[in-house]
């Protein structure tokens, strides 16, 4: 009989941590903790469901349906599983989460450290130098990467739990001077949507996206230890993948607490931290923060590079591995220097846009036996979903369409950022009227093309 101990769902679910727990991760909760205040639990809550919560769905349905992202795609056509997956590691490639690597750790390791009149000049010199030391190692594995990962990843958490800790006895002790305090008032929507406009802020970490790509480690690691049925290899990746919420779920707590009691405002979550961390273990305390983080950031930069650059190689073969890390690290460097805060601007409307197309093709996955072949209930039940996520995301931009944002402003839910919820069953229950059959046997066409 095939079974996994303990220690064995312990170690994948810590490996699946590992691999999720990146840059953004570090900074969103305890900026959105300072935001929200005393409502920081609420939107803890909602944080840790659009973030661990649709990583693992989206783990779970990859391996539901087959063993990779292109499965999953498949399920509407391969045309379509092609452009899912390019989209996805655009997403956590050069777009947004690898660039975020190199302005992570120049906000942390270096910014509190220069003359903020050549900001830009740091920064171009020190992300210069991080994208030109993750595409040599991309390109030259060595042994190094593998030591950072295994040591240092454990290293910041300790450092977490130990400012999590030092926060919560200083405040107790000596009231926590002038940076640290009781959690104040909650700003802005914090106040009145604490859980949803948490929801919005996981967007941010972009894991949903990468439980797609990322599902399919987790698959082979459940393998490597023996396990062959399919329905045991389904059994033990859902089980991993909620430890390795669980773990993200703790995570969170402690830095989104440490936001919460801080009591100077921030621009971003890695001035927060540096500016905790100083002032709880002095100045040695920033410098080591900022060099455990510089290093994590920079096994996550090469791990992105590295995939990033394998998949586009396999689809495009004339274009050399070592030339498409180097496009991927030269275009990450350009837009990392926008800087932290305008990097997380520019991101959140697109990824309104994106995200909850992810989760109705996640979704309807679950359906699978119900829809079977009908194909047409992906395909609408997902445009009807991005036509409103659509208009949400360039409310958030601060951009109106005349007639157009005002009749999808009435949807139900569209408040909470969830105006998408009724289209997308709307397309998705239309998808099974007879009429749209010519739309599954079109795409079966293409399937034979």
Wanted: hydrophobic fraction near 55%; charge should be positive.
């Amino acid at each position: 009989m095939e079974k996994l101990n303990l220690k064995q769902i312990l170690s994948v679910s810590l490996t699946l941590f590992a691999i999720f727990f990146g840059a953004g991760n570090m900074i969103f909760p305890p900026a959105m903790g300072q935001l929200a205040g005393t409502n920081y639990f609420s939107a803890l809550i909602g944080f840790i469901l659009t973030d661990a919560g649709i990583a693992i769905l989206g783990v779970t349905a990859v391996v539901l349906v087959g063993n990779s992202m292109s499965d999953l795609g498949a399920l509407i056509s391969k045309k379509f599983a092609l452009i899912l997956s390019v989209g996805v590691y655009l997403l956590i490639g050069p777009l947004f989460a690898l660039p975020r690597t190199g302005s992570v750790s120049f906000e942390l390791a270096a910014l509190p450290y220069i003359n903020t009149d050549y900001k830009m000049l740091f920064s171009l010199l020190f992300t210069g130098a991080f994208f030109g030391i993750t595409y040599y190692l991309s390109s030259n594995p060595n042994k190094i990467v593998d030591i950072v990962g295994k040591y240092l990843t454990p290293f910041l958490l300790l450092s977490i739990l130990a400012i999590f800790i030092a926060t919560i006895v200083n405040i107790n002790t000596n009231g926590g001077g002038s940076v640290l305090g009781n959690a104040a008032m909650p700003k802005d929507k914090y106040a009145a949507i604490p859980l949803f406009q948490g929801m919005i802020e996981g967007y941010n970490a972009l894991d949903g996206p990468a439980g797609l790509a990322f599902a399919i480690i987790v698959i082979n690691a459940i393998k490597n230890y023996g396990i062959k049925e399919k329905k045991n290899i389904a059994k033990y990746t859902i089980l991993s993948g909620l430890g390795a919420a669980f773990f993200l779920a703790v995570v969170y707590f402690m830095l989104t607490y440490v936001g919460a009691r801080t009591m100077i405002p921030f621009d971003n979550g890695g001035a927060l931290l540096h500016s905790v961390t100083s002032h709880l273990f002095g100045g040695v305390g920033g410098v080591i923060l900022g060099i455990a983080v510089l290093f994590a950031c920079l096994t996550t930069s090469i791990g992105l590079t590295t995939s990033f650059s394998d998949y586009f190689h396999t689809i495009l073969p004339n274009i050399s591995y070592k030339k498409i890390a180097a496009i991927v690290c030269v275009f990450s460097f350009i837009i990392s220097n926008v800087g932290l805060s305008q990097l997380i601007e520019i991101s959140l409307p697109i990824l309104i846009m994106i995200y909850p197309v992810t989760v109705s093709l996640i979704l309807l996955s679950f359906c699978k036996k119900l829809i079977k072949t009908k194909r047409s209930v992906y395909i609408l039940g997902m445009l009807f979903t991005f036509a409103a996520s659509f208009i949400n995301g360039l409310d958030s931009a601060g951009i109106q369409i005349a007639f157009i944002s005002n009749a999808v402003h009435h949807l139900p839910f569209y408040d909470l950022s969830l105006g998408w919820i009724i289209p997308f069953m709307f397309g998705s229950l239309l998808g099974f009227l007879p009429i749209f059959e010519f739309m599954n046997k079109h795409n079966e066409q293409l399937e034979t093309m």
